[in-house]
């Protein structure tokens, strides 16, 4: 009988493949489950199969899910843009920031972490490709921004994630990640405390994991085709 796998399984055996194929040791790349407009009980399912790390978009919508899976112990990841004043209830609910792109916000965050909690994991998004309309910090002004977060008590910095520009071109694309392998590289040599590179989603993981990814974002290729728009 041939076992049919579902999603998890299959993405996790995709993972593994590429991993292997660029030399990469098993488990280097960790799987951040993107649950956007995902109801509570479908991250439950997954989380039973051992999904442990999620990744959300929206503030309102995330505490909801986080609130409804409390007894699961899962890891939770905010990616979205981050309006200063939402800065406590990501600091009070979330283990992980991966889209700090200014120190107003990472100092906010900083000071409203509970004391009770571990230190707060974050990353600089960078706009890798210096889009206009793309959130995110230059890479210029990248190891500015590393030193004065390193500096703040309640975050430890653990490195960057990056959503390069859309292009069908593989050279750009291949460009784009190879930019923020070198980024990732250097922040490595300066904070003993950097292991992270978030970079890939469900349309160009491969390539991802082959110029160096610890970590996919990946949401269509796990859940499905988002049908709602996200809830703000
Ligand atoms: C939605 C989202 C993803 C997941 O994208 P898919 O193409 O559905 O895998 C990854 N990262 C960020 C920042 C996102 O907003």
Redesign the pocket.
Known sequence: MTEIKNPLQTLTAHIERAEKKTHRPRKSVTL?A?S?TWPADELRKLAVQGQHCF?E?YLQEALTKITALADLNLEWHF??PIQSNKTRDIACNFDWV??IDRIKIARRLSAQRPVERDVLNVCI?VNIDDEASKSGVKSDDVLALAEQISQLDHLQLRGI?V?PEKTSDPQQQHASFQKAQQLFSQLVTLYPSVDTL?MG???D?DSAIAQGSTM????????GQ?HTP?SK
Request: zero cysteines; a positive charge; charged letters at 10%.
């Open positions: 951040l993107v956007k990744g978009n990616i979205g991966q889209s998004q994630m959503i978030s989603m469900s349309a993981m996919v974002r990946i949401g269509t290729a796990l859940f988002r996200a």
